[in-house]
């Protein structure tokens, strides 16, 4: 049985700790082998780069010397995080100038990249390694009636990522169909929200976390179901501010694909960290209860 | 006994050797070689003056062997050949060293270059010594030819041949001919109707005394070679009598079974059993099996049989394969249209209002879906409609090259647009306008007199705007000219999408032994002197099957493979390379090895003798017999052990 | 302008008429630079390949030796590539055992539009045989050869004992 | 956007800029660019930039060093990559901007929010969010501070800001690590910024 490094990144551990729950209850309950990778370290995100380039390489580079072998791939549950280690990655397997120096700058820390190492997000290896058939069969709630709208952000699906189509990856439907939810045709699945511009150009990110909101009301989604705790924050936790901008009253829950799957799977509601999301579930749940 | 009285020859090319290669030099070295009486340079050994020069020495000094450090021998062999033929000595007494594309070219060293032509130079000579006078043998030609692909290009070659008295046989794999430009609405630059100037030669080539129309047939496999290729033929069934049909049409409008039309390019439904287009040659239905209710045992049905005023209809007929010896060949077999993948940034596929270039043909056609009404998927006459350059075309994500046509038909399109739905705006998004052609650039000055808005950019992305009236197609790109990014509301956007191969590409190449490029068009003889010729001998290329082309140059294209097709027959015989192989039955053991590894089964076994006999006409000069004989029996002229040893000798003279 | 090298090898280049020689014809056209080392000798077909060539190359002072043909279904013979490949495997062995490196002799395949494929082939080559050092006299190796088959066998012998 | 015609005289211009830049391992992308302007049309920020990602490569083209050190293009990039995953010409230009960004002449105005955020994570080895935000916001626009403290109070109701960042054990190595890089030539030394 294949054995996994998980990875929660820095959210994980604080602003999106209900995907952590979720992602763990998601994980045990589909019997996936996996442990957190010891002392791991900021992947950088898209910040480190705009600051050192060279240091954006080699942080998520110790965080990969330290996965693979029996360790197992690493399997990454934030996307930005999952873009950090597989850019690293990507540099460090072309073997150019900059693998060199990320070769080098390890070595400082008598630390080397597995060859064979391979970074995965979360729901990479449901759809693919346990499987859709798995999880149907595990599968005790049937969420008909509930219309998701399944949002993946950027970096799920870009740069690249092999067999995945960059503008219109389906992974979270397939997976999202197997709940029994409507899964809705997300026009903007794969828009950019702004998150990592939310701090510093704040008023445009919040547009475009508008015309995401605007669409899914529109398609009256009962949940955007994200991939990406940085996501989840922009969507659910600006809703207001959102609102405020552009005067309109929005009420979106914004949920982890882990939470959904989970509710499917037949776990609790709380133990899936639903309820800790600053835009209300309570009408979500509620027709999730009448579907019961 | 070895050629003693040789002359060599080296080419400057110009600067093109001269400017990397010490010629001087190079001269000065073969003049030492053993056996050379002559060495000379010289600027253009191709010229007149420059085969003069060796013309005039083959005679003074009757020389018995000469060499050309020039060009690559795929250029310019036939040449020097025949220049010492007319001065009387056997053209196989003839090498070249390729001193031009594998040394001057190659190498940015004078001293490497000087070396390595140097050593080139001497294995001509050493080899050169070994040759022998040959002599080529002649075969008749079969005075036929095949044309594969009745596209306009397949069309203008086959009445081109036929008319020039030879007999034809065009095979089209489709129910009718016509290809691509059947679909089309008017041609650009002339906006002449595509229909009135195509059907009229797709009818010339049915009634055509010398043209054999096979349509609804594939070759399958192609024997022989240059004079006389054995075809084999499919004739697919097609399940209604070419004869008997008259092209009523009564058959499809009754047949229960639905499909999309290929022709209307899937914005119209057609029947199981159906006639391609009205102006279809023949004028005859087809059965698709596929979604036959008969043949996908969904029913008995066989309405058409039934209600067919002829009779012409009958079921479970079987694939017919014929076999036919022609003399040339011309693959003339197009293109596809590029389709963008599911998900594409231009939401075709997803938004009924994102259509190609060729739909949009379709739908401003007067026989098409809408009789030549430009209307949205709503019905509605669109009030703005974007054209989009390149999709597909000049990117790393799927073409790399231009596909030539797209900008003036887009040119086209606008046209169209602005004149069947008034005060339309249209947006065009272009990255470079490519007007090249004879009366293009008078085009698009007309076309820009017309009103339309052009966008120096490529359209990045279509997407619908939730707005308070729905949703709305909105196209988002860079007016680059302007440095800003535009977003346009608008009611129809048309791709122009490129033109790639064929899908079916790799298999024609295999069937014909042609060779694919990068690009996977196939690949022509030589990119400038020989643009319809190809690797194989008497198999041409015509139109889109070897670059993207349009109409205008497809024709050309098709014409000039046509005269090669007729400049070969004509010529009644074929030479045929005495380079063969051959045995020495006495040396040889019966082992039967060569036997084995002949892949033309030109040997066989003399019993009596218990010696392997080589069949010299069915021989295409491989060597694989020669090289696994055990006993040194069997020999490959031109190509002999002693001589390729020579060339070894030659070039690691030096080290 | 190429950096001058203290050892250049001379590489003996049987190519096919139809693909690898039009390709490095094409090499030519399109001005792709490659090492000047390359001596090429054409065939019609790698099939015609006996490995006595390659012997002869190796015994006249080639430092290296390259067989290059038509892609697997591509053959102008139909399947003479497919023959000479089956045939290089055996060479390899073959010098092999005379004490020559392997490494020395390469079969490779370049269609005719695979100009800068056959650059890159001879490169790759060019620096393989570059780092092997010269060829030497092959008389030499045959008696290095012998040598070893001698400790070979003594070896052979003690484990026996 | 200025609307005055510039003339642009050549020798205001620095074409060694665009040889500099292409000579940075990833930079040499540029030199396929063909101008079609997929990147600014992609850009969900574009119209936020002073001049398109488009122009900028132009620019470097044309060596206009001060117009490009100086423009707050790389800092609106959001590293979605719709440029990179549309480019006719395969460039990655999300990486282009990364580059950028390293040897800009403006980072110390637009770039303290991600040299807080190295700061961070190489003194905690893991990121602090409230950290991260009550420093950048304090260095780009404290007036707003008070607007996101509700929001802040929030979040950590519901336990979603910790009130102590989490150190590593491996901080030291991060620290190395950057030492290397620093050394080793980050972007920003090879162009002796």
């Not at chain 1, 950027?154 to 067999?163: D, I, K, L, N």
């Not at chain 1, 809705?184 to 508008?210: I, Q, V, Y």
């Not at chain 4, 040499?28 to 574009?46: H, N, R, V």
Request: net charge negative; proline share 4%.
């Amino acid at each position: 049985m294949k054995h996994y490094a998980y990875y929660p990144g820095c959210s994980l551990h604080a602003t999106a700790a209900d995907y952590d729950v979720s992602a763990r209850a998601v994980m045990n309950h589909l019997d996936i082998s996996y442990s957190e990778l010891d002392d791991w370290n900021c992947c950088g995100a898209t910040a480190l780069a705009s600051d050192s380039y060279l240091f954006s390489l080699l942080a998520p580079a110790r965080n990969l010397a330290m996965a693979g072998g029996d360790k197992g791939d690493m399997v990454v549950a934030c996307n930005a995080c999952y873009v950090a280690e597989k850019r690293a990655l990507k540099a460090f397997k072309e073997g150019g100038e900059w693998s060199k120096r990320i070769t080098e700058g390890l070595l400082r820390i008598d630390k080397e990249i597995d060859d064979d190492v391979e970074v995965l997000h979360l729901l990479q290896v449901l759809v693919n390694e346990v499987g859709l058939e798995e999880i149907e069969n595990k599968a005790v709630r049937n969420l008909e009636g509930l219309k998701l709208a399944p949002y993946y952000g950027c970096q799920y699906s870009r740069p690249e990522t092999e067999g995945i189509h960059p503008e219109s990856p389906m992974d979270l439907e397939r997976l999202l169909e197997v709940t029994g939810a409507e899964v809705l045709d997300f026009n903007r699945k794969t828009r950019c929200c702004g998150s990592s511009l939310m701090s510093t150009k704040e008023e445009h990110a919040l547009r475009l976390c508008g015309e995401i909101l605007k669409e899914a009301d529109y398609r009256d989604a009962d949940a955007i179901v994200v991939t990406c705790p940085l996501c989840q924050l922009n969507l659910d936790a600006f809703q207001p501010r959102v609102n405020g901008l552009l005067g309109s009253d929005y009420r979106i829950p914004i949920l982890f694909f882990t939470q959904v799957v989970g509710l499917a799977l037949g776990l609790d509601p709380k133990a899936l960290g639903i309820g800790k999301q600053l835009t209300s579930c309570s009408g979500f749940l509620e027709k999730y209860r009448k579907g019961a | 006994m070895p050629a003693n009285r040789i002359g060599v020859y080296v080419c400057h090319c110009g600067t093109n050797i001269a400017g990397t290669v010490d010629c001087e030099a190079v001269r000065d070295f073969a003049a030492k070689l053993p056996g050379v009486v002559v060495s000379r340079d010289y600027k253009y050994m191709c010229s007149e003056p420059g085969q003069e020069i060796i013309k005039k020495d083959i005679r003074e000094e009757n020389l018995d062997g000469v060499v050309v450090a020039s060009c690559s021998p795929r250029m310019h062999e036939p040449t020097f050949q025949k220049a010492v033929a007319q001065a009387g000595l056997n053209s196989y007494m003839m090498e070249m060293a390729n001193i031009r594309e594998q040394c001057s070219w190659v190498t940015e060293d004078m001293d490497e270059a000087t070396e390595k032509a140097k050593d080139l130079v001497a294995s001509a000579v050493a080899k050169v010594r070994m040759n022998a006078p040959l002599e080529a043998t002649y075969n008749d030609i079969t005075p036929r030819a095949l044309v594969v692909g009745g596209g306009v290009a397949g069309i203008e070659a086959a009445l081109r041949i036929a008319d020039s008295g030879y007999e034809v046989v065009l095979v089209e794999k489709e129910a009718s001919i016509g290809g691509k430009m059947a679909k089309f609405d008017k041609t650009f630059p002339t906006l002449d109707c595509a229909a009135c100037i195509l059907t009229p030669k797709m009818v010339e080539v049915a009634q055509h005394p010398n043209i054999k129309l096979m349509t609804y047939s594939e070759v399958e496999k192609v024997d022989g070679f240059v004079g006389n290729f054995e075809v084999t033929i499919r004739q697919k069934a097609r399940d209604v009598d070419l004869e008997d049909c008259t092209g009523c049409g009564i058959c499809s409008e009754k047949c229960p079974g639905k499909a999309a039309s290929e022709f209307d390019e899937g914005l119209s439904q057609r029947g199981a059993i159906y006639i391609p287009f009205a102006q279809a040659i023949p004028n005859v239905a087809v059965i698709d099996r596929e979604n036959c209710l008969y043949y996908n045992g969904k029913a008995k049905c066989q309405v058409c049989a039934k209600l067919c005023p002829s009779d012409a209809i009958t079921f479970d007929n079987e694939d017919v394969l014929v076999k036919e010896t022609f003399g040339a060949i011309v693959v003339a077999t197009g293109f596809q249209s590029f389709r963008p993948e599911e998900g594409n940034q231009w939401g075709f596929g997803k938004y009924p209002d994102v259509i190609s270039g060729l739909q949009f043909e379709r739908l401003t056609n007067a026989s098409g879906p809408t009789d030549g009404k430009v209307k949205t998927s709503k019905g509605e006459v669109p009030k703005a409609v974007a054209i989009v350059h390149c999709v597909g075309s000049r990117d790393a994500n799927h073409a790399e090259y231009c596909s030539r046509i797209c900008c003036m038909a887009s040119l086209k399109f606008a046209h169209l647009v602005k004149e069947k739905c008034k005060d339309a705006e249209v947006f065009e998004f272009y990255i470079d306008m490519r007007a090249f052609g004879k009366g293009y650039e008078e085009f698009y000055n007309r076309i820009q007199e017309e009103g339309v808005h052009f966008i120096r950019g490529k359209s990045a992305e279509v997407s619908c705007q939730i707005e308070d009236e729905g949703e709305r197609l909105v196209l988002r790109g860079e007016d680059t000219l302007l440095g800003v990014v535009r977003e346009i509301p608008v009611d129809m956007v048309i791709l122009n999408t490129a033109l790639l191969p064929q899908a079916d590409a790799p298999k024609v190449a295999e069937t014909f032994g042609l060779q694919q490029g990068e690009d996977g068009f196939f690949m022509e003889l030589h990119a400038k002197l020989a643009p319809t010729k190809t690797p194989v001998d008497g198999v041409f290329l015509a139109g889109t099957c070897q670059a993207p082309r349009d109409i205008p140059d497809s024709v050309a294209h098709a014409g000039g493979a046509a005269s090669e097709a007729q400049q070969l027959i004509a010529s009644g015989k074929v030479k045929m390379s005495p380079v063969a192989a051959y045995n020495e039955e006495e040396k040889c053991s019966g082992c039967k090895i060569c036997i084995a590894l002949c892949p033309y089964d030109a040997i066989e076994f003399d019993e009596d003798k218990g010696v392997a006999v080589f069949n010299q006409a069915l021989c295409k000069g491989c060597g694989t017999c020669v090289a696994s004989c055990p006993t040194k029996a069997a020999g490959i002229k031109h190509f002999e052990d002693e001589q390729i040893f020579a060339q070894i000798e030659g070039v690691c003279a030096s080290s | 302008m190429t950096a001058k090298h203290a050892f250049e090898p001379k590489i003996v280049a049987f190519l096919c008429n139809w693909c690898s020689y039009t390709a490095a014809d094409l090499a030519g056209t399109a001005r792709r630079k490659y090492p000047f080392n390359a001596r090429i000798i054409r065939v019609m077909c790698t099939g015609r390949l006996d490995p006595a060539f390659v012997l002869k190359a190796f015994a006249e002072g080639a430092d290296g030796v390259l067989i290059s043909g038509c892609h697997p279904q591509e053959c102008h013979y139909i399947s003479g590539n497919y023959k000479a490949y089956k045939r290089s495997m055996a060479i390899k062995n073959l010098i092999a055992d005379l004490g020559i490196e392997p490494e020395r002799f390469t079969m490779t395949f370049a269609s005719a539009s695979e100009g800068e494929k056959f650059a890159g082939i001879v490169r790759e080559l060019t620096e393989t045989v570059r780092a092997l050092g010269p060829m030497g006299r092959v008389s030499d190796r045959l008696a290095r050869y012998s040598q070893f088959k001698q400790d070979d066998i003594v070896a052979g012998g003690e484990d026996l004992g | 956007m200025t609307h005055k015609t510039r003339v642009v005289r050549q020798e205001d211009l620095d074409p060694g800029f665009f040889d500099f830049f292409t000579s940075l391992p990833g930079g040499e992308q540029i030199l396929s660019c063909i101008q079609c302007g997929t990147c600014s049309g992609s850009c969900p920020f574009a119209n936020d930039m002073d001049h398109t990602p488009r122009s900028i490569i132009a620019m470097m083209r044309a060596g206009m060093v001060e117009d490009v050190l100086n423009s707050t293009t790389p800092y609106y990039c959001a590293s979605c990559y719709s440029c990179a995953a549309r480019c006719p010409r395969d460039i990655n230009i999300t990486e282009v901007m990364y580059l950028l960004k390293n040897i800009s002449q403006v980072k110390g105005k637009y770039g303290s929010f991600y040299s807080i955020f190295g700061a961070l994570t190489r003194r905690y080895g893991r990121m602090f969010e409230g950290e991260l935000t009550l420093r950048a916001m304090l260095k780009t626009d404290p007036l707003k501070l008070p607007g996101f403290t509700p929001l802040g109070i929030r979040m950590f109701l519901k336990g979603k800001l910790k009130p102590l960042p989490s150190l590593i054990a491996g901080r030291g190595e991060l620290q190395r690590l950057y030492d290397y890089a620093q050394e080793a030539g980050s972007v920003g030394r090879e162009v002796g910024s």
